[in-house]
């Protein structure tokens, strides 16, 4: 059974700093990596999607890395804004249902001024 | 496009009762999924439609719950005999025939159920 783990579970930092999430998954037969976002009490809004033969996607100031061998992925957040305040959520896809996904538990970052 | 719109985005109910969640998806996509997310939790899959067909349902959807997707458009998620520990948000999200690079999954806001 995959299981998705992601490291801290909470994160507050100034305004400005770089920050690297962490993300784990114990089964590397995975078809796509994804980051979410998740503001309080609303659904989730799609950051990146890295393919499994993908090293890693970049969007904005966002960068998120794969490496299916040792089931890792981070994702890299540069000049942090508070707006930026949310919970991140990792998540992989046994199959080709894209929609289909084992979540980790989520880090809740902080950006304060 | 209005994105996925799911409703009501509130339920209070008494325990026993039962409730019904509906999921409108944007119109061209055929997948369909329901998730559900308690609090400090990632969402877990519970159930996913390929037009109106359910092609598979988690362990979690106990036989209280079922979904259905009539004519592959909307979707409804059903709990009878609602228990306390089925306060979580229900959350619906969907997902385009050939998905592209980027976006290949958009999710709603998300129905609250409080079981009281």
């Known amino acids: 059974k995959q299981e998705v783990t992601q490291i801290p579970a909470a994160l507050s930092v100034p305004e400005g700093e770089n920050l690297v999430l962490n993300c784990s998954f114990t089964?590397?037969?995975?078809?796509?990596l994804q980051w979410f976002r998740q503001d309080p009490g609303k659904g989730l809004t799609s950051l990146l999607l890295?393919?499994?033969?993908?090293r890693e996607q970049t969007s904005g100031r966002l960068n998120a890395s794969l490496d299916k061998s040792s089931g890792r992925s981070t994702l890299y957040i540069a000049a942090s804004q508070p707006g930026d305040s949310a919970t991140y959520l990792c998540?992989?896809?046994?199959?080709?249902?894209?929609?289909?996904?084992?979540f980790g538990q989520g880090t809740i970052l902080t950006v304060h001024p | 496009d209005t994105g996925v719109s799911q409703d009501p985005r509130h339920k209070i109910t008494k325990r026993g009762q039962n409730v019904t969640f509906r999921c409108d998806p944007i119109?061209?996509?055929?997948?369909l999924y329901w998730y559900r997310q308690t609090l400090g939790q990632g969402p877990e899959f519970l159930t996913y439609?390929?037009?109106?067909?359910?092609?598979?349902k988690s362990r979690l959807l106990s036989d209280r719950f079922s979904a259905e997707r009539p004519k592959g458009s909307f979707s409804t998620l059903e709990i009878q005999r609602t228990e306390q520990g089925d306060s979580a948000m229900y959350l619906c999200?969907?997902?385009?025939?050939?998905?592209?690079?980027?976006?290949?999954?958009?999710f709603g806001e998300g129905s609250w159920l409080t079981v009281v």
């Open positions: 999200a969907s997902s385009p025939p050939d998905p592209k690079e980027g976006n290949t999954i958009y």
């Open positions: 089964d590397s037969a995975i078809y796509n």
């Open positions: 890295i393919q499994s033969s993908q």
């Open positions: 998540a992989v896809s046994r199959g080709t249902s894209y929609g289909k996904l084992t």
């Open positions: 119109s061209e996509h055929n997948r």
């Open positions: 439609f390929q037009n109106e067909a359910q092609l598979e």
